[in-house]
């Protein structure tokens, strides 16, 4: 009698658990797609990181939680079986057999528009991806291939400032670049002064170092981060994203951390009025050598 009572319960329509899981399942997608509207809203409005992190996070919890409840409560997970034998149908069977089809366009339209919200979700996120991958923006190596230096360009401190042999105090160490071109990217350069008997440069730089003054590219050739730290106990130029390290008395070449090769070293001279100038432009490209390949 139960069995009966229960097939009745089924063949009249969808059972309870089966509206609220709709019901639970609209309500996690709502909170996806709400929350990816406003996640693109913060980020073309350049709102802070953590609102960003908030309506990216609530937004992912709404989309898996979503799945995981049209999986355990919209999804059929009966199994049934019977011998492969030649019924004949009753009467009853043909009526349930209507009642059931009855019932499965119902649930079709309901999947239609958990279909319409599923698509709205699906279209949120791919405007989201769209958004962050804007901010990507081109490869840098298009801009670094270009010449940096030219020979006799007068280095400059970032205020634009000529440097002299003698501005440098042994053991220090300033960001310069090449005049009229304060703050650009490849001619970016650290600018290092030791002493002169310490040196042991690569063959063929024999007066790149002028009254000890060593001039390397600032940017990593391990993932472009900027070689910003001197340590002068150990001669040692620091990376501090992956703490690569490069040896200024040996031409820069990397001495721990995962940089494979050395930095761009830039030949300098005194002019007659005892400012350094280029003279030339680095020994290589600056930057990473994989951003020629994605270039």
């Given at each position: 009698?139960?069995?009966?009572?229960?097939?009745?319960?089924?063949?009249?329509?969808?059972?309870?658990?089966?509206?609220?899981?709709?019901?639970?399942?609209?309500?996690?997608?709502?909170?996806?797609?709400?929350?990816?509207?406003?996640?693109?809203?913060?980020?073309?409005?350049?709102?802070?990181?953590?609102?960003?992190?908030?309506?990216?996070?609530?937004?992912?919890?709404?989309?898996?939680?979503?799945?995981?409840?049209?999986?355990?409560?919209?999804?059929?997970?009966?199994?049934?079986?019977?011998?492969?034998?030649?019924?004949?149908?009753?009467?009853?069977?043909?009526?349930?057999?209507?009642?059931?089809?009855?019932?499965?366009?119902?649930?079709?339209?309901?999947?239609?528009?958990?279909?319409?919200?599923?698509?709205?979700?699906?279209?949120?996120?791919?405007?989201?991806?769209?958004?962050?991958?804007?901010?990507?923006?081109?490869?840098?190596?298009?801009?670094?291939?270009?010449?940096?230096?030219?020979?006799?360009?007068?280095?400059?401190?970032?205020?634009?400032?000529?440097?002299?042999?003698?501005?440098?105090?042994?053991?220090?160490?300033?960001?310069?670049?090449?005049?009229?071109?304060?703050?650009?990217?490849?001619?970016?350069?650290?600018?290092?002064?030791?002493?002169?008997?310490?040196?042991?440069?690569?063959?063929?730089?024999?007066?790149?170092?002028?009254?000890?003054?060593?001039?390397?590219?600032?940017?990593?050739?391990?993932?472009?981060?900027?070689?910003?730290?001197?340590?002068?106990?150990?001669?040692?130029?620091?990376?501090?994203?992956?703490?690569?390290?490069?040896?200024?008395?040996?031409?820069?070449?990397?001495?721990?951390?995962?940089?494979a090769r050395a930095l761009p070293q830039l030949p300098l001279y005194l002019d007659?009025?005892?400012?350094?100038?280029?003279?030339?432009?680095?020994?290589?490209?600056?930057?990473?050598?994989?951003?020629?390949?994605?270039?």
């Amino acid at each position: 009698m139960n069995a009966d009572t229960e097939r009745v319960e089924t063949r009249g329509g969808p059972s309870r658990s089966h509206y609220s899981g709709v019901v639970l399942v609209l309500a996690a997608f709502t909170i996806a797609i709400a929350s990816g509207i406003a996640f693109l809203y913060a980020y073309w409005t350049n709102a802070g990181t953590w609102l960003l992190g908030i309506t990216m996070g609530v937004g992912a919890g709404g989309l898996g939680a979503g799945l995981v409840i049209w999986a355990h409560r919209l999804m059929r997970h009966d199994e049934a079986s019977s011998p492969r034998e030649l019924l004949q149908s009753t009467d009853e069977e043909r009526q349930a057999l209507v009642e059931d089809f009855l019932t499965g366009e119902q649930r079709v339209e309901r999947r239609r528009l958990l279909g319409w919200i599923s698509a709205g979700v699906l279209l949120t996120l791919v405007a989201g991806i769209a958004s962050a991958v804007r901010s990507l923006g081109k490869p840098p190596m298009p801009v670094l291939k270009a010449p940096a230096w030219k020979r006799g360009d007068r280095v400059v401190t970032p205020d634009g400032k000529p440097v002299s042999a003698a501005a440098l105090a042994i053991g220090s160490a300033i960001t310069v670049y090449p005049e009229g071109r304060v703050g650009s990217l490849s001619g970016q350069t650290m600018l290092i002064r030791v002493k002169e008997d310490l040196l042991h440069l690569p063959k063929g730089r024999t007066g790149w170092a002028p009254m000890g003054n060593l001039a390397y590219s600032r940017i990593c050739t391990h993932a472009g981060c900027p070689v910003a730290l001197y340590e002068v106990r150990r001669h040692l130029l620091l990376c501090p994203c992956h703490q690569s390290t490069f040896a200024v008395l040996q031409g820069a070449v990397p001495t721990s951390g995962p940089a494979a090769r050395a930095l761009p070293q830039l030949p300098l001279y005194l002019d007659p009025d005892g400012n350094l100038r280029a003279g030339g432009d680095f020994t290589e490209h600056p930057g990473p050598g994989f951003w020629s390949i994605i270039a």
